[in-house]
């Protein structure tokens, strides 16, 4: 039987023009055939793929939580389509954990403060910079002045309490602690939520790396311990997710208890990916660790920095 086409003059593709005789596009290769699908096809296409993608999911996140280190070892042989993609599934669990961890500094008020109890505060301002800390000959009100203040006004501050002419580093801090003391922490806290979301991102890598330098002998491809790295913090974040929907729907504080969780869930998952003996796992868990809570403390600061100069 004969498809009849639904012609048109010009490709919807690519804007090449078409006679009425041709039947695909010269230039790009499109089917010169537009079909209008029906609302009953379109529902029915969005539902089959919606299912799809929540059975490999939850296929996922079973295999993930419950045989720690084996999802990796699947990927590794071979089978991708049985299970959400490494990185897709961190995408998922990232966004959920944010989105938990803002609804619980929504509902804890974090941030928050009575601005008049503040600015009614006639004592000094304390402060501290590095390793350097003191007093200020100025209250609460006055500081908080700061955060519109001339750089000349900032510079006379720095000069009358005897701390010499400040650099712009001291300046640019003095400033946006100020904006803290005038509005509140909540804008400064959001912003760090969103640059760490950043920075997990950058650090899953380096968790990676980590594993390669005291793992290669049993997995000499880099590529494996990303996996593992991408897998082992979705499975930090989910556990977080947990922790703070607790946190806030129930009022008990177990984050303590999902980061122990994760510590041990990391033992398993490494003795069960790399199957060296327990005390080699548990001494190179050691190594690894430490290395990373180095990187992790190093992008910390970052974040604290770029976050108190940039909200």
């Known amino acids: 039987m004969t498809k009849k086409r639904q012609k048109q003059k010009v490709c919807p593709n690519c804007n090449f023009p078409l006679g009425e005789d041709v039947n695909f596009c010269p230039q790009c290769g499109q089917e010169n055939h537009v079909k209008i699908q029906s609302l009953k096809n379109i529902l029915g296409n969005w539902m089959e793929s919606l299912l799809n993608i929540d059975t490999r999911l939850l296929r996922t996140i079973r295999v993930l939580l419950t045989s720690p280190g084996k999802i990796t070892k699947l990927f590794q042989a071979g089978k991708h389509v049985s299970y959400v993609a490494p990185l897709r599934l961190y995408l998922f669990s990232s966004v959920v954990m944010f989105f938990m961890l803002n609804l619980l500094i929504k509902d804890q008020n974090i941030g928050e403060f009575d601005r008049d109890a503040i600015m009614a505060d006639t004592s000094q301002v304390q402060f501290q910079m590095g390793l350097e800390s003191g007093t200020l000959d100025l209250n609460k009100r006055e500081f908080a002045n700061l955060a519109k203040a001339s750089k000349e006004t900032i510079d006379s501050v720095y000069i009358s309490n005897g701390r010499g002419k400040p650099n712009f580093f001291e300046r640019t801090t003095m400033r946006q602690v100020a904006k803290m003391v005038n509005d509140g922490q909540s804008t400064f806290i959001v912003e760090m939520v969103r640059n760490t979301s950043i920075a997990m991102f950058i650090l899953m890598p380096l968790f990676g790396l980590c594993l390669y330098l005291f793992f290669r ?78 990187i992790l403390g190093l992008a910390v600061t970052a974040v604290s920095i770029i976050s108190l100069f940039s909200f």
């Open 217 to 294: 002998k049993k997995t000499p491809f880099y590529v494996t311990h990303m996996v593992f790295s991408i897998h082992y913090h979705a499975v930090l974040f989910l556990f977080l997710t947990v922790a703070f929907a607790v946190r806030v729907w129930v009022g008990w504080d177990i984050s303590n208890y999902a980061l122990l969780g994760a510590i041990v869930y990391q033992i398993l998952a490494l003795k069960n990916m790399y199957q060296y003996p327990w005390p080699a796992t548990f001494l190179k868990f050691i190594g690894v660790n430490f290395l990373y809570l180095i």
